[in-house]
């Protein structure tokens, strides 16, 4: 049934991820990543980098 406040419909996502998936130092330095103010180690933006 949609919210009425946002016209959004809900569904399930029956994909199955990956566990276990690690990143690396040199991996997390080179992203771009925004914390927000609320609990910024736990909330952030992650924007997409360029590549060259």
């Known amino acids: ?6 016209q959004e419909t809900p ?13 690396s130092d040199d991996q997390l330095a080179s992203g771009r990543l925004t914390p927000h103010r609320f609990h910024g180690d736990w909330n952030y933006t992650i924007h997409p980098v360029r590549r060259r």
């Open 1 to 6: 049934m949609p919210d009425p406040r946002t």
């Open 11 to 23: 569904a399930v996502d029956r994909v199955t991820y990956s566990k276990g998936r690690t990143v």
